[in-house]
């Protein structure tokens, strides 16, 4: 995708304060393992994310400690920009991050590790015709949300944290004569159950690969990278080795791989 055309991508998220950063899983985890967990979780949606577009497109939007040492980390790490959140309800700091910027912009849930860099690609390349994107969410809200240009109207009076936010989203959109295009459903990590639907799934993509590029990234960085199919490394860069990398750096060559930039993948 042009660089031109490549919409900005933003991610809103806490600080892992314990008692305050994934309160719904503390019956499971405890107050220090639930904010460990809301870690985890956003270390793995930006590693989605900067493996779908660059990072210079991609902004952190920070809440309750903007100095905190995972948001340098993460800043560091993956070479993402970082802002504090404004004041305001979920629908107003959406809307200050979709027009922060000139173009087309999205929104995408810090505990969406579901939201794959395929799918942050797809939507990316839908907001080239269409007005508006959204990835629906299981449980009635939605994981991502993009806009070709702001549309204040679309994000007030939104019951926020309710299992209506999308079906009164849709209706939002009727009432001002917007399509809206929906790629994928997804699923996020709010309660003890999706918690450990997550741990299960991390635990599979964790398991010894057949890929040799699989193989070789989870060692050196521990990026999830499910593979699809034995390949040879003639394959790797072919966007046809791996469930989540879809389009490989021309780093990832045979002879290349000491130079496999480490910023783009959180460790496990």
């Known amino acids: 995708m042009p660089a031109e055309s490549t919409p900005t991508l933003h991610l809103l998220a806490k600080a892992p304060v314990a008692g305050q950063a994934k309160t719904r899983l503390i019956p499971l985890l405890g107050a220090e393992?639930?904010?460990?967990?809301?870690?985890?979780?956003?270390?793995q949606c930006l590693a989605n994310a900067c493996q779908a577009l660059p990072a210079e497109f991609i902004t952190l939007w920070t809440a309750l400690d903007h100095e905190h040492p995972l948001f340098i980390q993460l800043k560091q790490q993956f070479?993402?920009?970082?802002?504090?959140?404004?004041?305001?309800?979920?629908?107003?700091?959406?809307?200050?991050?979709?027009?922060?910027?000139?173009?087309?912009?999205?929104?995408?849930?810090?505990?969406?590790?579901?939201?794959?860099?395929a799918m942050v690609q797809q939507c990316a390349a839908q907001l080239a015709h269409a007005e508006v994107v959204i990835l629906p969410a299981e449980d009635g809200g939605y994981g991502l949300i993009g806009t070709h240009h702001p549309i204040p109207e679309l994000l007030t009076d939104i019951p926020w944290g309710t299992p209506n936010?999308?079906?009164?989203?849709?209706?939002?959109?009727?009432?001002?004569?917007?399509?809206?295009?929906?790629?994928?459903?997804?699923?996020?990590v709010d309660h003890p159950e999706d918690?450990?639907?997550?741990q299960k799934y991390a635990e599979k993509v964790r398991k010894p690969s057949t890929c040799p590029l699989s193989k070789t990234l989870t060692e050196r960085s521990g990026v999830f990278c499910e593979p699809t199919t034995r390949v040879t490394y003639s394959d790797i860069g072919s966007g046809s080795c791996c469930f989540l990398s879809q389009r490989c750096p021309p780093v990832f060559q045979p002879g290349?791989?000491?130079?496999?930039?480490?910023?783009?993948?959180r460790p496990v």
């Open 33 to 43: 393992g639930a904010a460990e967990a809301h870690s985890q979780l956003l270390q």
């Open 79 to 117: 070479g993402i920009q970082l802002r504090p959140q404004p004041q305001g309800d979920l629908g107003a700091r959406i809307q200050a991050c979709l027009q922060a910027d000139p173009g087309p912009a999205m929104v995408m849930g810090s505990d969406c590790p579901s939201i794959t860099p």
């Open 165 to 188: 936010v999308l079906s009164v989203t849709r209706q939002r959109l009727d009432q001002l004569g917007i399509e809206a295009v929906y790629p994928a459903i997804i699923w996020d």
């Open 195 to 198: 918690w450990q639907r997550w």
């Open 256 to 265: 290349h791989l000491a130079s496999l930039p480490y910023r783009l993948y």
